[in-house]
Antibody
Protein backbone atom coordinates (compact mmCIF):
# COMPACT_ATOMS: atom_id res chain seq x y z
CA UNK A 1 0.00 0.00 0.00
CA UNK A 2 0.98 3.61 -0.42
CA UNK A 3 3.09 4.62 2.58
CA UNK A 4 5.38 7.38 3.79
CA UNK A 5 7.61 6.91 6.81
CA UNK A 6 9.50 9.82 8.37
CA UNK A 7 12.52 9.66 10.63
CA UNK A 8 15.23 11.88 12.04
CA UNK A 9 13.34 13.95 14.56
CA UNK A 10 14.59 14.58 18.07
CA UNK A 11 15.76 17.14 20.58
CA UNK A 12 18.15 19.81 19.35
CA UNK A 13 19.47 23.04 20.87
CA UNK A 14 18.62 26.43 19.37
CA UNK A 15 20.98 27.16 16.51
CA UNK A 16 21.50 23.47 15.86
CA UNK A 17 20.79 21.34 12.81
CA UNK A 18 18.77 18.26 12.01
CA UNK A 19 18.07 16.23 8.88
CA UNK A 20 14.69 14.60 8.40
CA UNK A 21 14.09 11.71 6.02
CA UNK A 22 10.95 10.28 4.48
CA UNK A 23 10.91 6.93 2.71
CA UNK A 24 8.12 6.19 0.27
CA UNK A 25 6.70 2.85 -0.80
CA UNK A 26 3.77 1.50 -2.77
CA UNK A 27 3.89 4.06 -5.58
CA UNK A 28 6.27 5.49 -8.18
CA UNK A 29 7.93 8.11 -6.00
CA UNK A 30 9.57 9.94 -8.90
CA UNK A 31 6.19 10.79 -10.43
CA UNK A 32 5.04 13.06 -7.60
CA UNK A 33 5.65 16.44 -6.06
CA UNK A 34 6.40 16.07 -2.36
CA UNK A 35 6.08 18.47 0.55
CA UNK A 36 7.00 18.91 4.18
CA UNK A 37 4.25 20.19 6.44
CA UNK A 38 4.55 20.83 10.16
CA UNK A 39 2.24 21.18 13.12
CA UNK A 40 3.34 22.92 16.30
CA UNK A 41 1.89 21.48 19.53
CA UNK A 42 -1.82 22.27 19.73
CA UNK A 43 -1.68 24.35 16.57
CA UNK A 44 -2.76 24.12 12.95
CA UNK A 45 -0.92 22.84 9.91
CA UNK A 46 1.78 24.87 8.19
CA UNK A 47 3.20 23.99 4.76
CA UNK A 48 6.93 24.67 4.74
CA UNK A 49 8.44 23.30 1.55
CA UNK A 50 7.85 21.38 -1.65
CA UNK A 51 9.95 19.81 -4.38
CA UNK A 52 9.05 18.84 -7.91
CA UNK A 53 9.05 15.25 -9.08
CA UNK A 54 12.45 15.66 -10.74
CA UNK A 55 13.90 17.64 -7.85
CA UNK A 56 14.68 20.64 -10.02
CA UNK A 57 12.07 23.00 -8.60
CA UNK A 58 11.69 23.80 -4.93
CA UNK A 59 9.62 26.21 -2.85
CA UNK A 60 9.70 27.39 0.74
CA UNK A 61 7.54 29.22 3.23
CA UNK A 62 8.94 32.54 4.39
CA UNK A 63 9.31 31.13 7.90
CA UNK A 64 12.00 28.65 6.82
CA UNK A 65 13.50 30.07 3.62
CA UNK A 66 17.27 30.33 3.88
CA UNK A 67 17.43 27.91 6.84
CA UNK A 68 15.81 24.73 5.52
CA UNK A 69 16.65 22.80 2.35
CA UNK A 70 14.45 20.17 0.74
CA UNK A 71 15.89 17.46 -1.49
CA UNK A 72 15.04 14.03 -2.83
CA UNK A 73 16.67 10.89 -4.14
CA UNK A 74 14.26 9.18 -6.51
CA UNK A 75 16.52 6.12 -6.78
CA UNK A 76 16.14 5.63 -3.02
CA UNK A 77 12.45 6.67 -2.91
CA UNK A 78 13.46 9.23 -0.32
CA UNK A 79 12.68 12.82 0.60
CA UNK A 80 14.84 14.92 2.90
CA UNK A 81 14.66 18.14 4.87
CA UNK A 82 17.91 19.68 6.09
CA UNK A 83 17.10 22.08 8.91
CA UNK A 84 19.74 24.57 10.04
CA UNK A 85 19.73 27.48 12.50
CA UNK A 86 16.83 25.92 14.36
CA UNK A 87 14.68 28.06 16.61
CA UNK A 88 12.27 27.30 19.43
CA UNK A 89 9.38 28.13 17.10
CA UNK A 90 10.44 25.29 14.79
CA UNK A 91 9.28 22.82 17.43
CA UNK A 92 6.61 20.73 15.75
CA UNK A 93 5.63 17.40 14.30
CA UNK A 94 6.95 17.30 10.76
CA UNK A 95 5.01 15.40 8.12
CA UNK A 96 6.02 14.48 4.62
CA UNK A 97 3.12 14.45 2.22
CA UNK A 98 2.49 13.47 -1.37
CA UNK A 99 0.95 15.89 -3.78
CA UNK A 100 0.23 15.19 -7.44
CA UNK A 101 2.33 15.29 -10.57
CA UNK A 102 1.74 19.03 -10.90
CA UNK A 103 2.69 21.73 -8.42
CA UNK A 104 0.20 23.32 -6.09
CA UNK A 105 -2.46 20.80 -5.21
CA UNK A 106 -3.87 18.84 -2.31
CA UNK A 107 -2.00 16.22 -0.25
CA UNK A 108 -3.43 12.73 -0.60
CA UNK A 109 -0.93 10.74 1.44
CA UNK A 110 0.80 11.69 4.69
CA UNK A 111 3.43 10.05 6.83
CA UNK A 112 2.92 9.48 10.54
CA UNK A 113 5.13 12.44 11.41
CA UNK A 114 8.37 12.92 13.32
CA UNK A 115 8.68 15.25 16.31
CA UNK A 116 11.32 17.95 16.36
CA UNK A 117 11.90 19.73 19.64
CA UNK A 118 14.16 22.78 19.76
CA UNK A 119 15.08 23.57 23.34
CA UNK A 120 17.98 24.11 25.68
CA UNK B 1 -0.42 35.12 1.62
CA UNK B 2 -3.97 33.80 1.40
CA UNK B 3 -5.44 33.50 4.90
CA UNK B 4 -7.93 30.72 5.54
CA UNK B 5 -10.39 31.22 8.40
CA UNK B 6 -12.45 28.34 9.72
CA UNK B 7 -15.58 28.62 11.83
CA UNK B 8 -16.57 27.75 14.36
CA UNK B 9 -13.42 26.83 16.29
CA UNK B 10 -15.39 24.12 18.10
CA UNK B 11 -18.66 22.54 17.02
CA UNK B 12 -20.72 20.34 19.36
CA UNK B 13 -23.11 17.97 17.58
CA UNK B 14 -24.93 14.79 18.60
CA UNK B 15 -24.31 11.50 16.77
CA UNK B 16 -26.72 11.05 13.90
CA UNK B 17 -27.13 14.77 13.37
CA UNK B 18 -25.74 16.93 10.58
CA UNK B 19 -22.56 18.98 10.98
CA UNK B 20 -21.73 22.02 8.87
CA UNK B 21 -18.21 23.45 8.94
CA UNK B 22 -17.17 26.66 7.22
CA UNK B 23 -13.96 27.90 5.65
CA UNK B 24 -13.40 31.37 4.25
CA UNK B 25 -10.47 32.57 2.14
CA UNK B 26 -9.09 36.10 2.29
CA UNK B 27 -9.23 36.19 -1.51
CA UNK B 28 -10.69 33.95 -4.18
CA UNK B 29 -9.14 30.50 -4.46
CA UNK B 30 -11.53 29.34 -7.20
CA UNK B 31 -12.30 25.67 -6.41
CA UNK B 32 -8.75 24.92 -5.26
CA UNK B 33 -9.79 23.87 -1.79
CA UNK B 34 -9.25 20.64 0.16
CA UNK B 35 -10.56 19.32 3.47
CA UNK B 36 -8.75 17.00 5.87
CA UNK B 37 -9.74 15.07 8.98
CA UNK B 38 -7.27 14.65 11.82
CA UNK B 39 -7.70 12.49 14.90
CA UNK B 40 -5.50 12.84 18.01
CA UNK B 41 -2.00 11.51 17.48
CA UNK B 42 -2.64 10.83 13.80
CA UNK B 43 -1.71 12.46 10.53
CA UNK B 44 -4.36 14.33 8.57
CA UNK B 45 -6.44 12.34 6.10
CA UNK B 46 -7.63 13.82 2.81
CA UNK B 47 -11.42 13.98 2.58
CA UNK B 48 -12.26 16.40 -0.22
CA UNK B 49 -10.35 18.12 -3.01
CA UNK B 50 -11.46 20.47 -5.76
CA UNK B 51 -13.91 21.83 -3.17
CA UNK B 52 -16.40 19.01 -3.75
CA UNK B 53 -14.70 15.80 -4.93
CA UNK B 54 -14.47 13.06 -2.34
CA UNK B 55 -11.11 11.35 -2.05
CA UNK B 56 -10.82 7.60 -2.53
CA UNK B 57 -12.59 5.63 0.17
CA UNK B 58 -14.33 8.60 1.79
CA UNK B 59 -17.96 7.85 2.74
CA UNK B 60 -20.75 9.63 0.93
CA UNK B 61 -21.91 11.30 4.15
CA UNK B 62 -19.01 13.74 3.65
CA UNK B 63 -19.69 16.46 1.10
CA UNK B 64 -18.01 19.71 0.17
CA UNK B 65 -19.37 22.78 -1.54
CA UNK B 66 -18.46 26.34 -2.41
CA UNK B 67 -16.14 28.29 -4.66
CA UNK B 68 -14.35 31.58 -4.63
CA UNK B 69 -14.01 32.58 -0.98
CA UNK B 70 -16.68 30.59 0.85
CA UNK B 71 -16.62 26.84 1.40
CA UNK B 72 -18.57 24.31 3.45
CA UNK B 73 -17.92 20.77 4.62
CA UNK B 74 -21.08 18.90 5.54
CA UNK B 75 -21.25 15.59 7.36
CA UNK B 76 -24.79 14.39 6.88
CA UNK B 77 -25.22 11.95 9.76
CA UNK B 78 -22.42 11.94 12.28
CA UNK B 79 -20.86 8.64 13.23
CA UNK B 80 -18.71 8.16 16.34
CA UNK B 81 -15.56 7.99 14.21
CA UNK B 82 -16.25 11.42 12.69
CA UNK B 83 -15.46 13.37 15.85
CA UNK B 84 -12.09 14.92 15.07
CA UNK B 85 -10.44 18.13 13.93
CA UNK B 86 -11.11 19.27 10.37
CA UNK B 87 -8.75 21.45 8.37
CA UNK B 88 -9.32 23.30 5.12
CA UNK B 89 -6.43 24.06 2.74
CA UNK B 90 -6.19 26.25 -0.33
CA UNK B 91 -3.83 25.42 -3.16
CA UNK B 92 -4.69 28.21 -5.58
CA UNK B 93 -1.55 30.13 -4.68
CA UNK B 94 1.02 28.10 -2.80
CA UNK B 95 -0.58 26.35 0.17
CA UNK B 96 -2.22 27.61 3.33
CA UNK B 97 -4.35 25.87 5.93
CA UNK B 98 -7.10 27.09 8.20
CA UNK B 99 -6.65 26.86 11.95
CA UNK B 100 -9.01 23.90 12.20
CA UNK B 101 -12.48 23.16 13.57
CA UNK B 102 -12.80 20.67 16.39
CA UNK B 103 -15.97 18.59 16.02
CA UNK B 104 -16.94 17.23 19.41
CA UNK B 105 -19.72 15.06 20.76
CA UNK B 106 -22.63 16.96 22.23
Amino acid sequence: QVQLVESGGGLVKPGGSLRLSCVASGFTFGDYYMSWIRQAPGKGLEWISHISSSGINTGYADSVRGRFTISRDNARNSLYLQMNSLRAEDTAVYYCARSTSTSCTWFDTWGQGTLVTVST
Amino acid sequence: EIVMTQSPATLSVSPGERATLSCRASQSVSSNLAWYQQKPGQAPRLLIYGASTRATGIPARFSGSGSGREFTLTISSLQSEDFAVYHCQQYNYWYTFGQGTKLEIK
